[in-house]
């Protein structure tokens, strides 16, 4: 996509040569990112590479090996450090990888042991190279396969999905344009390894002008697979004064929280995207009455990553936005329908190849200016004892809306009513101040979608990775199989007593 022997991109670089990518040590103008990138593309090609896994930190070397790759026509497959061995076992497995770049060799050799050619670990774009017997499979790969984002979803068990570089250039060029900002200075503070991270956090910017801030993801302030540093990841945001940046709806909670503890957001900061999951609007418009100008989009990486996003101009809190230009939506039968930029297919599953359009398995619908509203998961519709339907998000929406909770998961499928397990913001609330969030919330639902008994949890489900996906969604199926006690015992008994709504201990 930004290979050197891309004009339009060489020709931004000749213009002016302003700063395209920094780091913690270093900072390249767009020549010095071209030659860069024009010497790996080099080395890749005459190591005959076709499929190579990168497994590295955040840092301005990440994005000259995803452009190198491109430039050489070689197959990326980003490993997410935050995946388990035995998932990154299940990726080294699943596709034909013959070469893998890690900061971590000693990691990462055991897991690929059988396929390791010895003596073959090189020094190669700030990392080691390590080589693999190569695998030929046609049915693993569809044709044109660029880049292949692991989704790790619900299970232990990631999906491939292969996009070709012409598609993630279109999704790229598409985002620009809708978002409109030129020369945008972005920080990163999502994984690299996260496809939206990638196409709307360094593609969109460069393809403005712009310039694209990546710090490590120590110096943000994470650690592990889903703990954060408040003070540091504030600290980065003030220091870095980006003019946009990407957001979980849970670090959207942190930093309105903090500005509503007397952080000041950067005047610099004119487009904070929020997606993963979805936002209350109550939390939205707190954001901007306290200086964050929070927009919520709605993509998965079936479609290239963002589908549809609010911005400036074009905006309506509830809605995840209008869709991006090149992609069309339908509604059929309450699913939601992506046509226009669809995945070549899930690698190793030829089946799913050469679909003109994605199922999301997302419920929801259009209104008449053509905003996108999505209320739920199709898979994970509650339908209870009494025949009634619920989209358990719509209702955990609602909860979270007071900024009480920071974690709410209804259950209610085959059951009288709907129950919940949760987590306070505030690790002191007082029981009585749940009961107060829930009353509220209960009050903006119908009866049958009241939350009727609830479970506080003694460790949030943000602390196991194996209950909670990267982007923050709950992994439902585990949550209900680790708790099913929980959850039996909050069913138990007379399911009509006189004081339904209640606390369990």
Do not use: K
């Given at each position: 996509m930004f290979s050197p022997r891309d004009r339009a991109f060489s020709a931004r670089a000749d213009a002016a040569d302003p700063i395209a990518v920094s780091g913690t040590a270093q900072a390249w103008t767009r020549s010095r990112l071209t030659e860069r990138c024009s010497a790996l593309a080099e080395r890749l090609t005459a190591l005959d590479l076709q499929?190579?896994?990168?497994?590295?930190?955040?840092?301005?070397?990440?994005?000259?090996?995803?452009?190198?790759?491109?430039?050489?026509?070689?197959c990326l497959v980003p490993l997410p450090g935050f995946f388990s061995p035995a998932q990154l076992r299940h990726i080294l497995n699943t596709v034909p990888i013959d070469g893998v770049l890690t900061e971590q060799p000693e990691m990462l050799s055991p897991l690929c042991a059988d396929r390791l050619r010895p003596g073959m670990d090189l020094p190669l774009g700030g990392s080691t190279l390590l080589r693999l017997k190569r695998v030929r499979n046609t049915q693993v790969l569809p044709a044109g396969t660029g880049k292949i984002t692991?989704?790790?979803?619900?299970?232990?068990?990631p999906k491939g999905v292969c996009l070709s570089n012409g598609q993630l250039q279109a999704q790229a060029a598409a985002l620009a344009a809708a978002v409109g900002l030129e020369q945008p200075r972005h920080l990163c503070l999502l994984p690299l390894s996260t496809l939206l991270e990638n196409v709307a956090g360094v593609y969109a910017p460069l393809l403005s002008g712009g310039e694209v801030v990546v710090p490590t993801l120590a110096e943000i302030g994470f650690y592990g697979s889903s703990s954060l540093d408040t003070g540091l990841f504030l600290e980065q945001i003030s220091q870095q004064q980006p003019n946009s940046i990407l957001l979980t709806p849970q670090l959207l909670q942190i930093l309105v929280s903090a500005a509503g503890n007397g952080w000041q957001p950067p005047a610099s900061l004119v487009f904070a995207a929020v997606g993963g999951a979805k936002v209350p609007v109550a939390l939205l418009q707190r954001a901007r009455a306290l200086g964050i100008p929070a927009f919520e989009g709605y993509g998965l990486s079936e479609c290239a990553s963002v589908v549809s996003l609010n911005r400036p101009g074009r905006d309506r809190p509830g809605s995840c936005g209008q869709p991006l230009a090149q992609l069309g939506i339908t509604v059929d039968d309450g699913e939601i329908r992506v046509a226009g930029n669809a995945m070549l297919g899930y690698a190793g599953e030829p089946e799913s190849w050469g679909q003109d359009q994605i199922a999301t398995g997302d419920l929801g619908y259009l209104d008449n200016e053509g905003f996108l509203y999505i209320n739920g998961r199709k898979k994970n519709l509650l339908i209870t004892s009494?025949?009634?339907?619920?989209?358990?998000?719509?209702?955990?929406?609602?909860?979270?809306?007071?900024?009480?909770?920071?974690?709410c998961v209804v259950v209610g499928d085959a059951r009288p009513f709907c129950i919940a397990l949760l987590s306070p913001r505030n690790p002191a609330a007082a029981d009585e101040t749940i009961q107060s969030a829930i009353d509220d919330s209960n009050a903006r639902l119908?009866?049958?979608?009241h939350i009727r008994r609830w479970h506080r949890l003694v460790q949030p489900l943000a602390d196991s990775s194996e209950l909670i996906t990267e982007n923050g969604r709950p992994k439902r199926h585990a949550i209900i199989t680790r708790y099913q006690s929980v959850i039996d015992a909050l069913y138990a008994g007379d399911t009509c007593a006189a004081k339904p709504y209640a606390r369990t201990a």
């Open positions: 499929v190579v896994a990168l497994h590295m930190d955040n840092r301005p070397e990440w994005i000259v090996i995803d452009m190198a790759c491109q430039a050489a026509s070689v692991f989704t790790s979803g619900s299970t232990g068990r009494f025949g009634r339907n619920i989209a358990p998000e719509w209702v955990e929406s609602e909860a979270l809306a007071s900024g009480v909770l920071a974690e119908p009866d049958y979608a």
